[in-house]
């Protein structure tokens, strides 16, 4: 359907059936809930980080037990809070955040696979390219130096495909 289609349908609605839709689609939709919330309040906006924090953290370090480290779940909880915010200075947090404790991940249990290093890396310059487009570089420098500090001595080099990355950004900055 196309958004003309869509605007047409809206206006035949009822000022009380677009409440009570929209109130269906905030019980039903997270992604919504999410959208609301952000809209609604600060307070809103923190409590979706923090959620989409902890998606991520139980997928590496959970409370309990191992972490099963499925990349595809702790991803998407990064793509869907930016479908909720867009790009903006939680989205590089959470991105950071997304490698910092897959980092910590892998200094727990060892080295892990080219997929899991790739996919880091790719968050890793997400990220940075976020922060760039959001000229946040000097808020986010010392957060994204301490990760590749933390990978130095892992193998399958991602420690100096994170290091060229950081180098690449913020060579760029300074100049």
């Known amino acids: 359907m196309s958004i003309q289609k869509l605007k047409a349908y809206l206006a035949n609605k009822s ?8 109130t269906d689609l905030y019980q039903q939709f997270s992604g919504v809930k999410d959208f609301y919330n952000l809209q609604m309040s600060a307070e809103g906006a923190n409590d979706i980080l923090a959620k989409h924090k902890t998606i991520i953290k139980d997928q590496f370090l959970p409370k309990r037990g191992f972490g099963d ?14 479908k909720s915010v ?5 989205l590089v947090d959470l991105a950071l955040y997304y490698v910092k404790v897959g980092v910590q991940y892998t200094n727990t249990y060892g080295d892990i696979n080219e997929p899991f290093y790739n996919s ?17 570089a000097h808020q986010f420098q010392q957060r994204a130096a301490k990760i590749c500090q933390d990978t130095d001595g892992i193998g399958w080099g991602f420690h100096d495909g994170l290091c060229e990355t950081y180098e690449d950004y913020f060579d760029e900055i300074d100049d």
Do not use: C, P, Y
């Open 15 to 22: 000022e009380k059936e677009l409440t009570r839709e929209i």
């Open 120 to 136: 880091m890396e790719s968050m890793f310059a997400q990220a940075l390219k976020w922060m760039k487009q959001l000229n946040l």
């Open 69 to 82: 480290a499925r990349l595809s779940v702790a991803r998407k909880s990064v793509m869907d809070f930016k």
């Open 86 to 90: 867009g790009v903006h200075e939680n």
